[in-house]
């Protein structure tokens, strides 16, 4: 009788949900879309996909494409369930925000506070894992590393979550906690094991009772089983090769299985300021703290929030978070300003992304600008070449290596195959588009660079630089060296250790110098662990192979 209950409860949220007039004024859009759509998939071999465009009145328009499984030829609808990958975060962190609604949880909590066993491993000192706040877990700044020995994106073995968690003590701090913004799928999956023991129940449950249920996300879950389990689930791909449907360990960062039709509900909350059927689930303050990003420094403007990515283009403020993996991926953004909203979805994780692409097309085609398009660009002014030569170097961005150097008497930037002229304003400060680079020196010499962007701020720690003296060349390294390498989710990627100028480099995402802490354990610039046991080699807790 209760479950009956519920589920009258929930009738009305569930019925469709349509935006008067919505449509007439985005026909032009919907019809690029679907012209586009099917091209960009062709051209990245993605088999299905499912689009909703939304308003602060409803949805406007939703359409599936293509195959949720080719074998089977099940066509995509608006109700085709896919894993969203990362997109989890920022529903994970909307549960977290209902729970501090009822104020269950506090946002500045030690983590401590609700797991008092909680232990990680730090270069930094004995007290670090007491530091790291629930703040700094939805938005990035708790130090932690991307992935976890047991459960993580490379792991094609079963890992329940509570083994899981409990591994991510084994990991090793990147940055004292609060110092630096480093993108961590475990600040996530904590955020979701501290919601699972505050609520005495586990996590898909909590959040499906707490959370979508009340959204009438209906078919959207948690539960690995119960997705797989839907005639609607579409299978993963890598372009149009089926992979194995496997669970994803990474519950609370990357574990949830939704539509678009339940997506477009997801974010119509949100441009609804937090309310469903006139009833506020979550408060406007909570909200602003959400999509506020965190830490920032000056001249800032984009940034991450708490679970949600804050962008600035035109004048316009984006909220937005993608993801990719597992044979899928996922975009959802809105506007606030313009009271406008997109779900993208795709059953492919190929390397080109047409979720991030239609997202883009969509934003781009309903912002309207409220400013320049770049900040003013501040005045050139001429540096002495020995000046710009202690900026020269690589420098450890997540994406890979970016090169400085001097290129006819002006410093240009390197990433990967494109070169940047870039404009100088200081002898620290130069810009390009609209990115300004900002380096910090120590001794007279460029030690890291900030680069500040539509997007926020990325750090990118020096990595090495040209001239430099020759380092200790230890010959206890020379058991290190050699090829490895890592097969996962039908993808195999290789690395290469060696010796250059007497310091030992890992060839991987670039040529990344390693600083030796013990005999088996070393780091790169940006904190990621190496690790070295026997013929396995481990680049941030992922196992490489000695060939």
């Known amino acids: 009788m209760h479950a009956v209950t519920l589920l009258g409860m929930f009738t009305l949220a569930w019925a469709p949900l349509q935006s008067p007039g919505g449509a007439a004024r985005h026909t032009q859009l919907v019809a690029k879309i679907k012209d586009e759509l099917p091209r960009q998939m062709e051209q990245a071999k993605v088999p299905g996909a499912a689009i909703a465009l939304v308003d602060r009145d409803g949805v406007i328009w939703a359409e599936g494409f293509g195959f949720a499984d080719q074998e089977k030829r099940n066509r995509v609808t608006p109700d085709t369930l ?21 104020r269950r949880l506090g946002i500045d909590d030690p983590l401590t506070k609700h797991m008092p066993d909680f232990t990680v491993r730090s270069r930094f000192g004995e007290d670090e894992a007491n530091k790291i706040t629930l703040r700094q877990l939805l938005g990035h700044w ?19 979550f509570d083994e899981h968690i409990r591994s991510i003590s084994q990991t090793w701090l990147k940055y004292p906690p609060g ?11 904590l955020t979701a094991w501290v919601l699972q023991a505050q609520g005495g129940k586990p996590f898909a449950m909590l959040m499906k009772e707490a959370l979508l249920l009340p959204l009438g996300m209906k078919d959207t879950t948690y539960d690995y089983q119960e997705a797989v389990g839907r005639p609607s689930f579409a299978k993963g791909h890598l372009g149009r090769e089926p992979l194995p449907t496997t669970p994803i360990p990474m519950v609370g960062a990357g574990g949830l299985y939704s539509s678009a039709s339940d997506m477009a509900r997801f974010v119509l909350f949100h441009l609804q300021g937090g309310r469903v059927d006139g009833r506020q689930i979550v408060g406007q303050s909570l909200l602003s703290e959400m999509y506020k990003p965190q830490f920032v420094l000056k001249d800032q403007t984009g940034g991450y929030g708490l679970g949600v990515a804050v962008h600035s283009r035109m004048g316009n403020t984006i909220l937005t978070h993608s993801g990719a993996g597992y044979g899928y991926s996922a975009t959802i953004a809105w506007l606030p300003a313009e009271q406008f909203g997109i779900v993208a979805l795709t ?4 390397g080109l992304n047409p979720s991030q692409r239609v997202a883009q097309l969509a934003i781009q085609s309903v912002a309207q600008p409220k400013g320049p398009g770049v900040p003013p660009a501040k005045p050139s002014v001429t540096v002495e070449r020995g000046q710009l030569a202690r900026l020269e170097g690589t420098y450890l961005a997540r994406e890979g290596l970016y090169t400085f150097r001097i290129d006819e008497d002006a410093l240009s930037c390197q990433i990967g195959e494109t070169k940047l002229k870039l404009a100088v304003h200081s002898p620290t400060e130069f810009s390009v588009r609209d990115r300004r680079f900002v380096f910090a020196l120590d ?24 001239g430099e003296r020759p380092g200790p060349d230890d010959p206890a390294w020379k058991v290190f060296v050699g090829d490895y390498e890592a097969s996962s989710h039908g993808e195999k990627e ?17 040529d990344l ?11 790169t610039a940006d904190g990621e662990a190496v690790q070295f046991q026997d013929k396995t080699l481990l680049i941030g807790n992922r196992p490489f192979q000695r060939r």
């Open 82 to 102: 896919f894993s969203v990958q990362s997109v989890s975060k920022t529903v994970t962190a909307t549960g977290f925000f209902v729970a501090a609604e009822k």
């Open 513 to 523: 110098r390693l600083t030796p802490f013990l005999p088996d354990l070393f780091f």
């Open 142 to 160: 708790s130090g932690l590393p991307h992935e976890a020995p047991c459960g993580n994106n490379y792991d094609d073995g079963t890992c329940p």
């Open 443 to 466: 001794n007279n010499d460029a030690v890291a660079v900030e680069m500040f962007g539509p997007t926020g701020v990325d750090y990118l720690p020096l990595n090495d630089r040209p």
């Open 347 to 350: 059953n492919s994780s190929s």
């Open 179 to 189: 110092r630096r913004h480093s993108y961590s799928n475990l600040g996530f999956d």
């Open 494 to 510: 290789s690395a290469r250790v060696h010796v250059r100028n007497g310091y030992l480099y890992l060839n991987w995402n670039g």
